[in-house]
Structures are given as structure tokens and as C-alpha cells.
């Protein structure tokens, strides 16, 4: 299996990125993420998933905070598993483990995981962390961290980190770095503070870019650069 040209990518995909016209689980998107996925096999790729699709604790007054959490964890699971199907339809091979125990998924063994990088497969963890109160970007991580990722990919439907709300300032502008510091300092939304500073503690680069560009995985895997590099 030959490494990429950031060695080791650890993709963080927000729930929402699997909702589409169809609803929560929407067919069409995950046959898009799947297609983008899928058609690099020069990478080793692992992936975080979120919840958000189908219901996040953060978001919701519906429960209290901490069922609310264990529901969202349980979410991302689901999805893990719908994702599995679709990459192995696609021919790949796929290890998802779980910071959640369930009979359908593995627990999260990261030496299992590094040698299923190493062997080509894709590694998707799911669970979050198996804590509430935490989100799945600093699951993204620790995962990353674990696993010795060169590189953490957020995936976003933005093209990067802008210095205002480019929705609602048509003034913001995109910037092409950040330094961790400056990230932090400046509060930006794109990713969950405690994430970033994991990420800081353990010099591991974050690149933040639009997802929803066809073939930019693909590109950073290449060791272009396709949006913001927080580093």
C-alpha cells in the first residue's frame, strides 16, 4: 500500500454531510461521499464520523445533555455502518471500530487499525469518544493522534476558514493559513476549540476545505493544498 503524500489522513465527516433530498440517510449523498472516497486508493484513510444527520446532543432540547450525547454517539454508528456497505460496494475494504461497544462493530483497538491502514483498508471510528459533553472533532483528534496521522482533513462546505461569517459578511476573506494560536485566540466555529488544541499540543496540521468539490480529497491526498492549513 503506497502512502500518500501526507503519509496518513484522518477525514472528519460531519453527519450532516450524509443528509440529502432523501433525508437523514440520504442515498445520493452517500454515493457522492462514497465516489470521493473510494476512487483514491493511494492513501492511507482513516475517517471520523458525526451524527449530525440524525440528531446532536449539542443542538437539541428535546433530552437532557447527557442522553442526548449517548443518542448522538448511537447516530454516528449508524451511519458508520450505512457507510461501510456503500464503500464496500465500491470494492474497498473497511474496518469500522467503535468507542461504543456494539455486536456490529470492533472496539476501538488502535493497533487493529494501524495494521488495516497499513494493509489498504479504509478505518472508520465511530462512537465519538464514548464520553458526552465531547464532539466528534476532538474524537477526529485523538483518533489522529493515535493512529499517527500526518494530516487531519475537516471536511466542510466552505472552502476554508474566513476572518467573519462569509453567509452573512460578503467582506469576510478566506485565509490560506492559521496558526493554532491564532485559531484559538480568534474563537474561529469551523472546528471545536479543544479539538484544535489537541492538535497543537501534538504539532498535527489541520486543513480545512470544501468537501463538497469533487476530486478535492483527492488533491490534498496529493499534497495540494485546497483550502485553510491550520498549523
Do not use: W
Amino acid at each position: 500500500m503506497r502512502r500518500s503524500a501526507h503519509g496518513r489522513i484522518l477525514l472528519k465527516l460531519s453527519g450532516e454531510a450524509f443528509k440529502g433530498p432523501e433525508g437523514a440517510l440520504s442515498d445520493s449523498a452517500f454515493d457522492r461521499i462514497t465516489q470521493e472516497v473510494a476512487s483514491d486508493d493511494n492513501a492511507q484513510l482513516a475517517i471520523v464520523v458525526g451524527g449530525g444527520n440524525i440528531l446532536r446532543g449539542a443542538r437539541t432540547d428535546a433530552y437532557p445533555r447527557i442522553e442526548a450525547d449517548s443518542l448522538g454517539m448511537l447516530a454516528t454508528v449508524l451511519n458508520a455502518l450505512a457507510f461501510r456497505l456503500k464503500l464496500e460496494a465500491a470494492g474497498r475494504s473497511v474496518l469500522v471500530q467503535s468507542a461504543i461497544h456494539t455486536e456490529l462493530t470492533e472496539d476501538i483497538d488502535i493497533r487493529a487499525a494501524k495494521d488495516a491502514l497499513e494493509a489498504g483498508s479504509i478505518v472508520i471510528f465511530a462512537g465519538g469518544t464514548g464520553s458526552p459533553l465531547v464532539s466528534t472533532d476532538t474524537a477526529a483528534a485523538i483518533r489522529a493522534v493515535s493512529i499517527g496521522a500526518d494530516l487531519i482533513a475537516k471536511a466542510s462546505t466552505v472552502n476554508g476558514v474566513y476572518n467573519g461569517d462569509p453567509a452573512a459578511d460578503p467582506s469576510a476573506k478566506r485565509l490560506t493559513e492559521v496558526s493554532f494560536d491564532d485559531f484559538l485566540a480568534n474563537r474561529y466555529g469551523v472546528m471545536d476549540l479543544p479539538a484544535v488544541e489537541i492538535c497543537r499540543q501534538h504539532r498535527l496540521p489541520i486543513e480545512v476545505f470544501d468537501f463538497t468539490q469533487s476530486g478535492a480529497l483527492a488533491r490534498l491526498a496529493s499534497g495540494e493544498r485546497v483550502g485553510t492549513r491550520i498549523s
